[in-house]
């Protein structure tokens, strides 16, 4: 598996979890996804893209075979999809989980478990847990590991592998707060939600204006 950049699994990750998440929003547009990369919640490191560093992380994506563009006939926007579930024959659940590690970085199981509460398929058999087992263990190469877990840390951590091996974390570093209620986790989503609707409708009346003046 070749390894994957920075931008390359922030933005597969923001793909996948709208599409688990908010299915009626997807595809993305590009206005959706460059928010989804850039919001504050949920995001672990929070990042600052540009509109062309998100459609030349796309391109790379594209010639991964790991996401597709959707070409309108009509004058509305492009949008854009992840095929991560199919070109490594994934399950939903295995797909929920690796999209929570792209996003958040290593995570213990009950942050991952808090994490994917609203993605599809992770209540497969055995739950997280088991999917994190199938995920270290059933292909032909891991794609998730258990990190040590150091002295003063109270849980063991995953990490994905997509970009690599993952760096442990210095012994006794405690890393992010525990993970917030799931209320506070919607809110944030729907909040996120909002700011991409705006964008789409600022757009679209941008089109209009624009069909206008070439009909007058």
Avoid: I
Avoid at 142 to 161: C, F, K, N
Avoid at 169 to 178: C, I, N, Y
């Amino acid at each position: 598996m070749d390894e994957l950049g920075a931008e390359e699994v922030r933005v597969l990750g923001c793909l996948v979890e709208k599409d688990h998440t908010t299915p009626e929003q997807y595809p993305l547009t590009m206005n959706a996804l460059l928010l989804a990369c850039n919001q504050a919640s949920n995001r672990t490191p929070t990042v600052a893209y540009d509109a062309e560093t998100v459609e030349l992380t796309l391109g790379l994506l594209r010639e991964r075979g790991l996401a597709r563009v959707l070409l309108s006939s009509s004058n509305r926007a492009t949008k854009y999809r992840h095929v991560l579930d199919e070109h490594f024959a994934m399950t939903d659940g295995e797909v929920a989980v690796l999209a929570v590690l792209f996003l958040r970085g290593s995570q213990t199981l009950n942050e991952l478990r808090t994490r994917t509460e609203r993605y599809r398929g992770v209540d497969e058999l055995g739950g997280v847990e088991a999917v994190l087992e199938r995920l270290a263990t059933r292909y032909d190469e891991p794609y998730v590991r258990r990190l040590e877990r150091h002295p003063g840390q109270r849980e063991e951590r995953w990490a994905h592998l997509f970009s690599g091996e993952p760096a442990d974390p210095p012994p006794g570093a405690e890393r992010a707060p525990a993970p917030r209620s799931g209320t506070t986790e919607r809110l944030a989503t729907v909040e996120g939600e909002l700011t991409a609707l705006r964008a789409d409708l600022q757009a679209l009346q941008r089109e209009v204006e624009a069909l206008r003046e070439l009909l007058s």
